[in-house]
């Protein structure tokens, strides 16, 4: 039998310093891993080694001539590979899926979104993430939809965020036996905590700059409220091809010069603004699961977050968060003016969600990925 040199390779599709939630899962992922084993390998597209033993792709040069090189890669890693740990049903999953089954490796392939779903949104489609999943599509977006389809129902597990997602991966074909349900973990402790009784005064919102976060509807909200708390600022942080729109949304408010819109890729700069923050809102009309809220309760930031099926697994409403319906720029608002007018709101709130941040501890969400990858009993 042919010893295999390496036991679990990572294939990723983007890694830090790109910014996103699954390149940050990637990076906790692969130090995580190779602290216990030193046989991990990590393949993305980027110009940046930022851990030992990993192979990055140029994004220089047209896509079909990277994609060639990342194949490529991927089969040479794929060789001598015992696990291929996808980060995507898309790009990551197809091609590993193609590489193990030509040398042999198990594959399990997380999934972090609905690739096919954001191409759509990106050119102009209204439809909602329910609403887009109950039909297949045409052009890319169609080609999107099957490969990834493909991808996971071809792979020996796949890794769900949360149980809406469990749902959604039945519904593209995938057997349920083969779906474990595994939080993303909270693995940076923020170094700030508030003092739920100082005044409030800054709202943060944080993540990529596309049109399903509706960071066009916090804009909205915090406009019609900023007379009622005169010292507050909304501070959006992100990056993203909505950037120019929402400067522009921005410019019409009269209270224009309390809105700032920041494109940060450093962590620790971020976390300065969470020093700042007295609310974190997550106003987006789709979430799989969120690191962001994860994080805002490390730093004892309430959260107010839109009421979708993603950000109902984690918020409680009046309990550890609050919810508002989608798209009511008016109950935002006012759950807004709530949580900023109410210190023993905030301080009850801050208290209820910080004590549920164990069951998404890094070591043990992490040994449950190690586990399914080796088809081990979770």
């Not at 996808?86 to 990551?92: D, E, K, N």
């Not at 990529?208 to 916090?218: A, C, I, N, S, T």
């Not at 799989?288 to 994080?295: D, Q, R, V």
């Amino acid at each position: 039998m042919k010893l295999r040199t390496t036991t679990i390779l990572l294939a990723c599709e983007i890694f830090p310093p790109d910014i996103g939630g699954p390149a940050t899962y990637a990076h906790d992922f692969m130090e995580w891993a190779q602290e216990r084993h030193p046989r991990v390998q990590a393949l993305a597209f980027g110009n940046t080694l930022t851990v030992t033993n990993m192979r990055t792709i140029s994004r220089e040069g047209n896509a079909v001539w990277r994609l060639l090189r990342y194949f490529i890669a991927l089969l040479r890693l794929s060789r001598n590979t015992e696990v291929i740990y996808a980060m995507g049903p898309l790009t990551s999953g197809l091609l590993s899926v193609i590489a193990g089954k030509l040398f042999g490796a198990r594959v399990v392939i997380r999934v972090p979104g609905d690739r096919a779903w954001e191409t759509a949104v990106m050119h102009g489609s209204s439809e909602s993430f329910e609403e887009f999943q109950t039909k297949w599509h045409r052009g890319m977006v169609g080609i999107k939809e099957r490969v990834q389809c493909w991808a996971l129902t071809h792979a020996h597990g796949v890794i769900a965020q949360s149980e809406m997602w469990r749902g959604v991966l039945i519904d593209w074909g995938v057997t349920p036996k083969k779906i474990h349900v595994i939080p993303n973990p909270h693995v940076y402790p923020l170094i700030t905590h508030h003092d739920p009784f100082d005044q409030p005064t800054n709202i943060l919102a944080v993540g990529r700059l596309v049109p399903w976060k509706r960071f066009d509807d916090l804009i909205h909200a915090f406009s019609s409220i900023c007379s009622d708390i005169p010292d507050s600022k909304l501070i959006i942080v992100g990056a993203g091809p909505e950037k120019h729109f929402l400067e522009h949304i921005k410019e019409q408010q009269t209270c224009k010069h309390r809105i700032l819109i920041e494109s940060v890729t450093d962590k620790y700069k971020l976390m300065q603004y969470w020093a700042q923050a007295s609310i974190l809102v997550l106003p987006s009309s789709y979430e799989g699961f969120s690191n962001t809220i994860l994080e805002s309760w490390s730093a004892g930031v309430p959260v107010v977050a839109s009421d979708t099926a993603g950000n109902r697994e984690l918020i409680r409403e009046g309990e550890n968060g609050f919810l508002f319906p989608l798209h009511d720029i008016q109950a935002l608002s006012h759950a807004l003016l709530r949580v900023m007018k109410d210190p023993i709101l905030r301080a009850r709130i801050i208290r209820n969600a910080q004590s549920q941040l164990v069951n998404f501890d890094k070591d043990i969400v992490f040994n449950r990925v190690y586990n399914m990858l080796f088809n081990n009993a979770l």
